[in-house]
């Protein structure tokens, strides 16, 4: 099973940007769809984008739409979040996680093989 590992966190302040890596461990990352996800502290874990295993389809949340974009390089095993206009309720641990699924999907039920998270604050 693939191993992920996040990272690209940190402190910054509204409008500021971040980009997130998710690396791989395994060959087989490009079977994999892979989705972001983030928790808020008392908060429940929620979807933030994913993408299909060719990088073509994309699914965001409404509240990211616009601002954040995901893409994929297969050849390095790597996803990335690219996270523009970031706001104080961005403010969050986010995970990747990968999935066997046919279509993009956005339950986290559907993702496995979560890595280990990298904080995101946006200060005000």
């Known amino acids: 099973q693939v191993q992920l590992v996040e990272s690209g966190g940190g402190l910054v302040q509204t409008g500021g940007s971040l980009r997130l890596s998710c690396a791989a461990s395994?060959?087989?990352?490009?079977?994999?769809?892979i989705g972001w996800f983030r928790q808020a502290p008392g908060k429940e874990r929620e979807f933030v984008a994913a993408l299909s295993r060719s990088g073509v389809t994309t699914r965001y949340a409404d509240s990211v739409k616009g601002r954040f974009t995901i893409s994929r390089d297969n050849a390095k095993a790597t996803v990335y979040l690219q996270m523009n206009s970031l706001i104080p309720e961005d403010t969050a641990v986010y995970y990747c996680?990968?999935?066997?699924?046919?279509?993009?999907?956005?339950?986290?039920?559907?993702?496995?093989?979560w890595g280990q998270g990298t904080q995101v604050t946006v200060s005000s």
């Open positions: 395994a060959r087989t990352f490009s079977s994999y769809i």
């Open positions: 996680g990968a999935s066997s699924s046919v279509l993009v999907v956005s339950s986290s039920t559907m993702f496995h093989s």
